[in-house]
C-alpha cells in the first residue's frame, strides 16, 4: 500500500489467525482498496496462528469507511470502565 505524505493508515479489523485476515482482504482488493495485513505468525509455520497480537488489516484513512462497509464491520467506541469505592475494597 503506497503511503503519501501526511496519510495515516487506520486498522479497521483484528483476526486470531492470518489466514481469516487474508480472506477479509481478498472483498478489499475486489473493491479496489489498498491494504496491509499485519500478522506475527512466523510466516505461517504453525499453522497461522499469531503469537504476540492479532493479525490486522490496515487501510488509508480516506478508505476506512467504505472497508468497514465491505467487512460489514462496526467501529466499537472506546469502554470506559468507572471502579468504585466497593470494587476497590474488595480487591485490596
Do not use: C, N
Not at 22 to 40: C, N, T, Y
Not at 46 to 69: C, H, L, N, P, Q
Not at 74 to 81: A, F, K, S
Amino acid at each position: 500500500m503506497s503511503k503519501e505524505p501526511g496519510q495515516e493508515d487506520v486498522l479497521i479489523a483484528e483476526y486470531v489467525y492470518r489466514h481469516e485476515a487474508e480472506f477479509s482482504a481478498g472483498f478489499l482488493a475486489d473493491a479496489g482498496i489498498p491494504f496491509r495485513v499485519q500478522a506475527d505468525d512466523a510466516g505461517g509455520a504453525y499453522g497461522g496462528m499469531t503469537f504476540t497480537s492479532a493479525a490486522r488489516i490496515w487501510v488509508r484513512s480516506e478508505d476506512a469507511e467504505k472497508a468497514r462497509e465491505i467487512l460489514e464491520i462496526t467501529p466499537v467506541p472506546p469502554v470506559i470502565v468507572q471502579v468504585d469505592d466497593l470494587d476497590e475494597q474488595r480487591s485490596g
